[in-house]
């Protein structure tokens, strides 16, 4: 980001309200009965330019006030006296205003550089996943509750293994900085044991001792404050079928001939990084396993989906919406539909951030012409 996307937008509103404070200010000086002067809105002019314009725009600004307030002075015959004492209030305002601009330029650098970093972070922990794997075309989005606000901790990673495609989408608690420590913790953990688990049973039990021992490293924390809410998922080599283990998150959907499934599990879990890996250990989560057939496609999404509200306070379906009614082929426009959907519902007002994972099993391949 260069420097110079950091000053203020010379937009017309700023230069309205300027003109605005000058005109009225001289109409005030000219026209309105002593003592009443126009000084003080003419002295508004270079603080509303600072605050809003460029440091040249701003610059011009003052000169042209400190002209317009000695001339008005000299049209109106007052002394020497109060014409400097009137120059001199605003000139010192206008040196004012052009410091609130530097000050302006700067924090807005430094909260640059902080997103930058922040984005920076959020990348190299949660990069974009393969548009590929195996049989299946990916692709995923993430919108955060905040335009300022660019690290969370919804998170999703695919990754092909020898026992075929494993995806995972999850949400940990918390925001910022802690939120991201847990994603790479999560992530991580998912990466590594994804390859060796011989089932998303062992995967998630695996990932739960990980994040359990990380949280136990960082300090006491309850079960009730410290956890991840994730789907994991596998697809068999052929694509044919697909597993599935959650543990406390909302449920994903199957995507096909213009219809909307929601996959509920066959029995609620806890979350990841309870605490209670024997316990997880004696019962685990069962595995749900559905058809995926040629063209269809599984949409895994977070709460930023499942709990956002309309202006009545309804929260969205997608099951329930007519424009996710609609045979979707490429997993692009799946995510790309979904997220224009919710920010319909929401009108453009996110709560929560909103990560969305979507796979669709690529078709068979016509077979080749005989010869």
Request: aromatic share 4%.
């Amino acid at each position: 980001m260069h420097v110079n996307d950091l000053q203020p937008t010379p937009t017309k509103v700023p230069w309205l309200l300027t003109a605005l404070a000058l005109v009225i200010g001289v109409l005030l000086d000219v026209l309105a009965p002593q003592p009443y002067t126009g000084l003080p809105l003419l002295a508004a002019a270079p603080l509303v330019a600072g605050a809003t314009l460029s440091f040249r725009s701003a610059l011009a600004v003052v000169v042209v006030t400190c002209v317009i307030s000695v001339a008005v002075d000299i049209e109106r015959g007052r002394p020497a006296t109060p014409l400097l004492v009137d120059l001199a209030v605003v000139g010192l305002i206008g040196v004012l205003a052009l410091g609130v601009n530097r000050l302006i330029v700067r924090q807005g650098r430094d909260l640059a550089l902080a997103r930058d970093v922040a984005e920076a972070v959020q990348r190299a922990v949660l990069p974009t996943p393969p548009r590929e794997a195996g049989p299946l075309a990916v692709a995923a989005g993430y919108t955060a509750a905040q335009a300022e606000a660019r690290i969370g901790g919804d998170f999703y990673a695919v990754q092909d293994t020898p026992f075929g495609v494993r995806l995972i989408v999850g949400d940990v608690r918390g925001k910022g900085i802690a939120a991201v420590a847990a994603v790479s913790v999560a992530i991580g953990a998912f990466r590594q044991e994804a390859e060796y688990a011989p089932s998303l049973v062992t995967l998630a039990q695996r990932m739960d001792e990980a994040l359990a021992r990380a949280a136990a490293r960082s300090g006491p924390v309850t079960s009730s404050e410290g956890f991840t809410t994730a789907v994991l998922a596998e697809v068999a080599p052929d694509g044919a079928e697909l597993s599935l283990v959650n543990r406390g998150h909302p449920p994903p959907y199957l995507v096909h001939g213009g219809a909307l499934v929601r996959l509920d599990p066959t029995a609620p879990q806890l979350p990841l990084g309870v605490g209670l890996g024997d316990l997880c250990a004696v019962d685990p989560a069962p595995v749900d396993v559905v058809r995926l057939p040629p063209g269809a496609s599984l949409l895994l999404v977070t709460d930023g989906v499942t709990e956002a509200r309309d202006k009545g306070g309804t929260f969205y379906d997608p099951v329930l919406s007519r424009r996710m009614r609609r045979h979707f082929t490429e997993p692009e426009a799946l995510v790309d539909a979904l997220t224009k959907d919710v920010g319909r519902w929401t009108q453009g007002t996110h709560a929560d951030d909103m990560a969305i994972l979507a796979i669709t099993r690529n078709r068979r391949p016509d077979p080749p012409p005989a010869a």
